[in-house]
C-alpha cells in the first residue's frame, strides 16, 4: 500500500526559513512527479511548485528566487524549502505525488499527503 506522509512546517517568523518533507511509503518503481500545493484562509487551493522525475521545475510566481524544490527517488521523497517567508505564505501546505507503481504500469497515480500547516508571523 501506497502512502504519502509530510513533516515539516511550523510556526515561523517572516524573513526565517522552513523546509516541507514529502515521504513515500510502499512498493513503488518510480516517483515521477511531486507537486506542492497550498491553501491559504478563504482562497482556493493552488498550485505553488512543481518538480518531475527528469528535475523540471515549475514555480508559482510568489516562490521563485526564495525556494529550493529536490525529489529523491533512491529515498523516495521531495522536499520544498521556502527562503524569506512572509507572512502570506501561511498555509496548509499539501504535496501530490505522481507514481508509477507495478499494479499499473501503464500510468501514475497521484497520491496525496495529508497536508501541513505554516505559519508565518509579522
Known amino acids: 500500500q501506497v502512502e504519502v506522509m509530510q513533516s515539516g512546517g511550523g510556526l515561523v517568523e517572516a524573513g526565517k526559513s522552513l523546509r516541507l518533507s514529502c515521504h513515500v511509503s510502499?512498493?513503488?518503481?518510480?516517483?515521477?512527479?511531486m507537486y506542492w500545493y497550498r491553501h491559504r484562509p478563504d482562497q482556493s487551493r493552488e498550485l505553488v511548485a512543481s518538480?518531475?522525475?527528469?528535475?523540471?521545475?515549475d514555480k508559482a510566481d510568489s516562490l521563485k528566487g526564495r525556494s529550493i524544490l529536490s525529489l529523491d527517488n533512491n529515498k523516495k521523497m521531495g522536499e520544498l524549502k521556502m527562503n524569506n517567508l512572509k507572512v502570506e505564505d501561511t498555509a496548509m501546505y499539501y504535496c501530490?505525488?505522481?507514481?508509477?507503481?507495478?499494479?499499473?504500469?501503464?500510468?501514475?497515480?497521484?497520491?496525496w499527503g495529508q497536508g501541513t500547516q505554516v505559519a508565518v508571523s509579522s
Open positions: 510502499g512498493r513503488i518503481l518510480n516517483i515521477n512527479a
Open positions: 518538480i518531475t522525475r527528469s528535475g523540471s521545475i
Open positions: 501530490k505525488a505522481a507514481i508509477r507503481t507495478t499494479d499499473n504500469l501503464l500510468r501514475d497515480k497521484d497520491y
